[in-house]
T-cell receptor, first 113, second 113 residues
Framework: DQQVKQNSPSLSVQEGRISILNCDYT??????FLWYKKYPAEGPTFLIS?????DKNEDGRFTVFLNKSAKHLSLHIVPSQPGDSAVYFC????????????FGSGTKLNVKP | DVKVTQSSRYLVKRTGEKVFLECVQD?????MFWYRQDPGLGLRLIYF???????EKGDIPEGYSVSREKKERFSLILESASTNQTSMYLC????????????FGPGTRLTVT
């Protein structure tokens, strides 16, 4: 059974608006969470991360929110740009455990001009 | 910049063939990982290695083996390829334990006919 789930396979947003991508996890031992972005024919690239001691981390247009009690994290992109169109994967890890990640199934974001 | 390279972008093999997928990283990273990416399933860890000649099974090791004879190189071996191993294979590396993100190669699209 998948320990990290992204229940929305796709999301379409107008340029300039907010994109919200969601991710749920089941393992309460996870203490580090990451978002990766993947363009077609390329490997995933790291976007932003958050430790379980925080509930928010911001980097430019990207903000990740963590709700530990709900075992839920979300990625907000404001404002969305057409170049943000990609597949977004969330990942979770137990940091002591060899940096081993568990990935969600991905959400394909389409930002319309 | 960290660079992770994979020997082939596209590969077509026949059922029963032995297949080698090669991955090389140039940043002296201790950890290396092999994933497969399938639609709706995200990235699933096959094997990882935290040192030369050391390997650990991931979540889906059946039908695969790995080799790490040199720090920079991590090979994935399909002993007898089967059609259900048709997938995108991604290699990643990361520095020592507890450091944040993994760096991915561009992937190898393997088709087994």
């Amino acid at each position: 059974d998948q320990q990290v789930k992204q229940n929305s396979p796709s999301l379409s947003v107008q340029e300039g608006r907010i994109s919200i991508l969601n991710c749920d996890y089941t393992n309460s031992m996870f203490d580090y969470f990451l978002w990766y972005k993947k363009y077609p024919a390329e490997g995933p690239t790291f976007l932003i991360s958050i430790s379980s001691i925080k509930d928010k981390n911001e980097d430019g247009r990207f903000t990740v929110f963590l709700n530990k009690s709900a075992k839920h994290l979300s990625l907000h992109i404001v404002p969305s740009q057409p170049g943000d169109s990609a597949v977004y994967f969330c990942a979770a890890s137990v940091r002591r455990n060899f940096n081993k990640f568990y990935f969600g199934s991905g959400t394909k974001l389409n930002v319309k001009p | 910049d960290v660079k992770v390279t994979q020997s082939s972008r596209y590969l077509v093999k026949r059922t029963g063939e032995k297949v080698f997928l090669e991955c090389v990283q140039d940043m002296d990273h201790e950890n290396m990982f092999w994933y497969r990416q399938d639609p709706g399933l995200g990235l699933r860890l096959i094997y990882f290695s935290y040192d030369v000649k050391m390997k650990e099974k991931g979540d889906i090791p059946e039908g695969y083996s790995v080799s790490r004879e040199k720090k920079e190189r991590f090979s994935l071996i399909l002993e007898s390829a089967s059609t259900n191993q048709t997938s995108m294979y991604l290699c990643a590396s990361s520095p020592i334990l507890g450091v944040d993100e993994q760096y991915f190669g561009p992937g190898t699209r393997l088709t087994v006919t």
